[in-house]
């Protein structure tokens, strides 16, 4: 049984003592001198390990706060830390290269790692199996499945061997059906691999299925609104009551945001 609880506008807190993968202090965006303000005063913690999704509306700077903490833009104020270094990155299209098989396109992410050569086509292997796809090591990208090449593209990004994944909307062009299995495959990735996961989305179920933590974004400026943490970090099914329930009042908010902006 999952307990939710809604901490509107919460510091977001760490245990005593543990340092964050991720820590956003006072960030604000605008892009060019005379562009409107993105982001504004965002702060947040994210803990090691963690998986926490960040939800908006539309336009509400989800993406460009997630390029920021990729180090791909920079902020206006503030400042961003990742305690591991870097991040990696996956995004909504697979962006594997098409004359590639699955297994040399994770092959590849290995090598710009420094990988040995020797090592790479066993990692590859190892890491397509991770995500349920080891047969498909010889296919290249025209002959999978859209929810497949999205499993290349994460295993791609856990083979930068980052402590820290950022994804934005992954699954936001699949089916429900595969979504759903993509959503087991991630959750049972993460718990396997210990990584700190933000993962960006419009999809309401989403969030409340997949997140340890659910930040919801207000817009223009984009600030955080709100935040929900699951206490119990156990597997839930997208159409139980408990995502069911934290669904609903997640969209309550959330249309209130839409209103309030639209006024
Ligand atoms: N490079 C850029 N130059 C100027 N404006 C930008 C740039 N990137 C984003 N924006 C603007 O910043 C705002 C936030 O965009 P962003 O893509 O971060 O929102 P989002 O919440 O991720 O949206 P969506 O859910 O539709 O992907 C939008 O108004 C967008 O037009």
Do not use: Y
Not at 21 to 39: E, Q
Not at 43 to 49: D, S
Not at 67 to 73: D, N, V
Request: net charge neutral; hydrophobic share 40%; glycine share 8%.
């Amino acid at each position: 049984m999952q307990t939710f609880t809604d901490t509107p506008q919460a510091p977001t807190t760490q245990p005593l003592g543990v340092t964050p993968a991720i820590r956003i202090d006072s960030l604000g965006k605008r892009f060019g001198p005379t562009g409107p303000v993105v982001l504004d005063n965002i702060t947040l913690t994210v803990a090691p390990g963690e998986f926490l999704c960040l939800l908006g509306a539309s336009g509400c700077g989800k993406s460009t706060l997630l390029t920021i903490i990729a180090g791909l833009e920079h902020p206006t104020e503030g400042t961003v830390t990742v305690t591991s270094g870097s991040a990696a990155v996956m995004f909504q299209e697979s962006a594997l290269f098409p004359w590639l098989t699955a297994g040399r396109n994770v092959e590849l992410a290995l090598k710009l790692r420094g990988v040995p050569r020797s090592q790479r086509r066993a990692q590859a292997l190892e890491l397509l199996d991770l995500v349920n796809l080891a047969d498909a090591a010889q296919k290249r990208p025209h002959e999978l499945s859209g929810g497949m090449r999205q499993r290349v593209a994460l295993a791609r990004a856990l083979a930068q061997d980052r402590k820290v994944l950022l994804m934005d909307e992954p699954f936001a062009a699949l089916d429900a059906i595969t979504r759903d299995l993509l959503h087991e495959e991630l959750e049972r990735v993460w718990r396997e691999t210990g990584r700190t996961i933000i993962f960006v989305t419009h999809n309401v179920r989403e969030a409340a299925r997949l997140g340890q933590r659910v930040v919801l974004m207000s817009s223009r400026p984009g600030r955080i609104a709100n935040e929900w943490r699951i206490d119990d970090t156990g597997t839930r099914r997208i159409e139980s009551p408990e995502v069911s329930r934290l669904a609903i009042e997640i969209t309550d908010q959330l249309r209130e945001e839409i209103r309030r902006n639209a006024a």
